[in-house]
């Protein structure tokens, strides 16, 4: 839905620990129930499986090309460094087989703008319509803010109407880019963050913490 990140290998260090707090259980308005948690290496097949069941339209969305992602692209987009970047993935079971339905992430650019992240967010064309993205993209504000970051931008393509009316809902301000109305900026800054537009609605987890919710059962 929004723009295609470039991500780049981090140098070597020891990784940070999965971040169990951010597990959610949640479900779609059809019932559906579904596990918010931070993408981890072992997803690569959920992931591979996920991208290849886009349609052209969603994929072109995502990436902004009709390109197809490379094995590395995959690798880089599951085995992330929580210090510097977060994705956080929808998974269901459906039919008996565990499927990701839904992905958001952000890369932290403070080389561009001190406390500012890129953004991206798509979701599977089966389960759109589902209230799905706001709920990724609620969650992943609510992570980027906890960890310190303070402005959160993207670009999508102007035709993309969907994005556009999400990203104004959730408080983003929007432009047409300078010198290429094909694509619109957005950017949401944190300064501007109203705690109540983040309450839990009544098909998240009554009102607790993160932290506090799925965690027994998010992992799988």
Sequence with gaps: MANALVL?????????????????QWALRDGTPVTIRPIRAADLLLERAFVVGLSPSTRYQRLLSARKLMPGELKRLTDIDYRREMALVAIATIDGVTQELGVARYVRDDEQEPGSADFAI???????????????????????????????????????????????KLGFTTRLEHGNATVTDLRWEAARFDPSAFVPSSRWDALLPLGQRGVSGGAS
């Design 8 to 24: 780049m290998p981090t140098p070597g260090s020891e990784r940070p620990a999965y971040p169990w707090h951010l597990i959610e």
């Design 122 to 168: 798509v979701v599977a064309d089966r389960w759109q319509g589902q209230g799905l993205g706001e709920k990724l993209m609620r969650s992943l504000l609510h992570a980027a803010v906890k960890d310190g970051i303070q402005v959160v931008g993207g670009i999508t393509l102007s035709t993309n109407a969907g994005m556009i009316g999400l990203a104004r």
